[in-house]
């Protein structure tokens, strides 16, 4: 494989992507409502009701919970253990739904967007194999995901450590199973869905089609994420390596499958196989 290629196809497509404010804009706006507003809110509310009737519920119903989540919760009150449930445990979604929606934008126009700007054939009577094309089309569509991601969690970490950390004795976010979640498992999670995604977008006709195919993709692996992620979060120990580690391999068995299946016909809108 030529690196060479794949980082020309990969850093074309950024460049045009973060040259369009119709791309970055929504992303932008996506990403704040996720990791700061949202958390901002909630947060907020549930510091509001010291000494009230709501302290006696909130107690109640962190007594109720999972013993390995009751146990892990920090604070010397009731307000202050569900803040920190909430802020740890209870918004960890949010590190796998923002990802993948952006990078699933990204890479359901990624092959029939070239064909639609009239590029796919050039690209197909390039020197380019269809591997690295393959390859430079996936990461060009995970790093949007990913860099957003990243981003988006230094600034939940600020909002949960300025809003929590008070009345935790300091800042304390981002814990363990919160590291693992970002660094190990979600990568693989959202190169799943791209390797998914990818083969639609080089089967379907329109970037339109791409787009709600794509959306039926993601939308079973975010409810599977949202299970995942709690998981990690609570229990950043083996069960956490080996999730990582077997969504690691299905995302690499299903890239070499995916990159076997990419023909030039794809590109010019011409291959009739199914």
């Known amino acids: 494989m030529n690196w060479n290629h794949v980082r ?12 369009s404010k119709d791309y970055w804009i929504p992303l932008l706006i996506m990403a704040s409502l996720f990791f700061v507003i949202i958390p901002l809110i909630m947060l907020a509310v549930i510091g509001q009701f010291e000494n ?15 013993a390995q989540v009751s146990d ?14 909430a802020a740890v445990f209870l918004l960890a979604p949010i590190a796998i739904i ?18 639609e700007r009239g590029t796919g054939e050039f690209l197909a009577h390039s020197p380019v194999t269809m591997r690295e094309l393959y390859v430079g089309k996936l ?18 970490a600020l909002v949960v450590n300025l809003m929590v950390g ?3 004795g300091g800042w304390f976010f981002p814990t363990v199973g919160w590291v693992v979640l970002i660094l190990w498992v979600i990568p693989p999670f959202i190169a799943v869905s791209l390797t ?8 379907v006709r329109s970037a339109a089609s791409a787009q709600q195919a794509s959306s039926l993709v ?3 692996i975010i409810m599977l994420s949202y299970a995942v992620s709690v998981s990690v979060v609570v229990s950043p120990g083996r069960s956490a390596f080996l999730i990582g580690a077997s969504s690691w391999l299905v995302a690499i068995l299903l890239s070499v499958r995916g990159a076997k299946k990419l023909r030039r016909e794809r590109l010019l809108g011409v291959a009739s196989e199914t």
């Open 72 to 85: 892990a919760a920090r604070g010397d009150t009731p307000l202050a253990r569900a803040s920190y449930i």
């Open 98 to 115: 923002v990802p993948v929606t952006i990078s699933a934008a990204v890479g359901s126009n990624a092959i029939v967007g070239e064909r």
């Open 52 to 66: 009230t009737a709501f302290a006696d519920q909130v107690s109640s119903v962190v007594g109720n919970l999972p």
């Open 139 to 156: 990461i060009a569509s995970l790093v949007p995901g990913y860099l957003a991601l990243l981003i988006g969690f230094a600034a939940y």
């Open 218 to 220: 993601t939308l079973p």
């Open 166 to 168: 008070p009345d935790l």
């Open 8 to 19: 020309a196809i990969a850093g074309a497509d950024l460049r045009r992507l973060f040259k």
């Open 196 to 203: 998914i995604i990818l083969r639609i977008s080089a089967r």
